[in-house]
């Protein structure tokens, strides 16, 4: 069978991963007090509600100008260098979506142009501890199953391999923003930046599932 | 863990800042299209503009340098974290002008990421602007590459060199040429003694035990290199201007420009005499203060500590930085 999603489904998938986050913006707050300057939870809240506030004023948008303008919305949400990648994945994710319904295949070349463009502004690889730790994994996992495999399989792939990236920071010293001037100290708490990637992927997850049952 | 601030609403505290300044400083700044601080007396078209951007919290820094003779607009991003790439294009659409604009950012990974996004959509809009990117920060080594040196307070004298510089109508190149020059002879240490709360999340930004001090802290509290012992004024002094003389690698008969910068909760009593400290190792080497500036310019809320600023200045950044200005926190008559 031929597996289409439009608007409808890209939008619920990312009102899930607007809940993931209000639900756990504390967890990323005292990840972000172990390693940073403990502002992340508050930054992906202001950022959160940015998305909601822009699918809530979108009308009848098309997929591709609401990414774009979801996009747009979160790197004015000032949140210093989360706003304009957290941005970039969106606008990236707008330029790839031209078609109405989207198949396995076209589902997994948004993702990948939106972690394309995320990669090309933050410069960072796997194992600088950065949300590119969960983002290039997913982007690996999408490309492996994003051919044969049904779309809520393959965003379970990208969300486990997001969510084993995220963990791998653990044992990660940072090499980019703040987080790098704190050397060994930040050893043993997970990068909020990629927890917060891998918890938007797995929503992801759990928004099409959802969806899938309405 | 509490938090002794004066403050209302801790997710509002940049728009309240904002709102008080503008009718503080009305007479010299005002606030456009709620985060972009301009001029009161727009400069005229003909002359290069100077843009900044960044994080709030650090008063007066950035917007307290917006006058004549200094910054034309400052964007304002929320407590410590910059502004989206879409503000600071607002800011460049706004200076649009045929002489150009001379954009200063300083090395966070906020600022950075922002900056460039606005200004590679600015250039595709034909918009004329080059970038100085401030990273004078010697903590990870004066030889560090300069993606990991942090803009600190030497933003703060640039503005004023490169804002002489425009409103003396030189162009572009000329104008960001010069600033260039003094960027890459100045060099800046900072020193903590205790935290400062982060007004919004009402944490801690680090942990120094009572008998500590860490020379190298960043302004958001990033690490330097490591606690020590505090020690006294006269000890302090010797150990950072070391450092900096030897980072700007300034010679017997140099002239330098020194600034020590409160970082909110050490008194001027306490610069003034580090600053008298400063001077004696300097006398040994035979480098001369041309000019030294002790005062509040970028704060990191009620830390203790300070940075200490050196540059090495020729005749002409000399003379730039005698220009007159206007600006809320630094005038020049």
Redesign the interface.
């Known amino acids: 069978m031929s597996e289409l999603i439009g608007r409808d489904e890209i939008i619920g998938m990312i009102l899930s991963a607007v809940e993931k986050i209000k639900a756990n913006h504390e967890v990323l707050t005292q990840l972000d007090s172990a390693a940073g300057d403990g502002d992340h939870g508050i930054t992906m809240l202001r950022s959160m509600q940015a998305v909601e506030d822009t699918i809530n004023d979108s009308g009848g948008a098309s997929k591709k100008d609401l990414l774009h303008s979801i996009g747009w919305a979160v790197m004015s949400a000032d949140g210093g260098s989360t706003g304009p990648l957290l941005g970039s994945f969106f606008v990236g994710m707008s330029e790839a979506a031209v078609k109405d319904g989207l198949d396995c295949r076209a589902v997994a070349a948004m993702f990948e142009a939106g972690i394309s463009k995320v990669h090309k502004q933050s410069r960072a690889e796997v194992g600088d501890r950065t949300m590119m730790d969960a983002m290039l994994p997913a982007r690996d996992a999408l490309k492996v199953s994003g051919n044969g495999a049904s779309i809520t399989e393959m965003l379970k792939a990208a969300a486990d391999a997001a969510a084993d990236g995220a963990e791998a920071t653990k044992n990660m010293v940072a090499k980019f923003g703040r987080a790098k001037n704190l050397g060994q100290r930040v050893l043993g708490h997970a990068d909020p930046g990629a927890t917060s990637i891998s918890l938007i992927f797995q929503a992801f997850y759990e928004g099409l599932c959802h969806k899938n049952q309405d | 863990m509490a938090m002794k601030k004066f403050i209302n609403d801790p997710?509002n505290l940049t728009a309240e800042l904002l709102e008080g300044f503008a009718i503080g400083y009305g007479d010299k700044i005002a606030v456009e299209s709620d985060?972009l601080v301009v001029r009161a007396k727009p400069k005229e078209a003909g002359k290069v503009a100077v843009v900044t951007l960044g994080?709030a919290g650090h008063e007066p820094a950035l917007s307290g340098f917006v006058g004549e003779g200094m910054l034309d607009v400052s964007v304002v991003?929320?407590?410590?974290?910059?502004?989206?790439?879409?503000?600071v294009l607002e800011a460049l659409r706004l200076m649009k002008r045929e002489a150009g604009i001379l954009f200063i950012v300083l090395n966070?990974?906020?600022d950075v990421?922002?900056g460039?996004?606005a200004m590679e959509m600015a250039v595709k809009e034909g918009i004329k602007v080059r970038m100085v990117l401030t990273h004078e920060d010697i903590a990870p080594g004066a030889d560090a590459p300069a993606e990991?040196r942090r803009g600190l307070v030497g933003c703060v004298p640039l503005y004023k060199i490169a804002g002489a510089a425009a409103e003396a109508g030189k162009s572009l190149d000329e104008v960001y040429e010069i600033a260039e020059r003094f960027n890459n002879n100045m060099a800046t240490l900072a020193v903590a003694m205790t935290s400062a709360t982060?007004p919004?999340?009402g944490?801690a930004?680090f942990e120094l035990a009572e008998d500590e001090m860490e020379i190298g802290m960043?302004q958001?509290?990033?690490?330097?290199t490591g606690p020590s012992k505090l020690l006294s004024a006269d000890e302090t002094a010797k150990v950072m201007i070391n450092s900096l003389v030897g980072a700007v690698d300034a010679q017997k008969g140099d002239r330098l420009m020194v600034i020590l910068n409160g970082a909110g909760a050490t008194t001027l009593m306490e610069l003034f005499i580090v600053l008298a400290g400063v001077k004696k190792v300097l006398d040994e080497k035979g480098i001369s203060i041309a000019t030294a500036r002790v005062g509040e310019f970028l704060t990191v809320q009620e830390m203790a500590g300070f940075q200490m600023f050196v540059a090495k200045m020729d005749d002409e950044l000399l003379d730039l930085w005698g220009k007159s200005c206007d600006s809320p926190y630094m005038t020049v008559r």
């Open positions: 997710q985060k994080g991003g929320d407590i410590f974290a910059a502004p989206g790439p879409p503000k966070h990974a906020g990421l922002s460039n996004m990991d982060h919004a999340t944490t930004l960043g958001h509290g990033e690490a330097g």
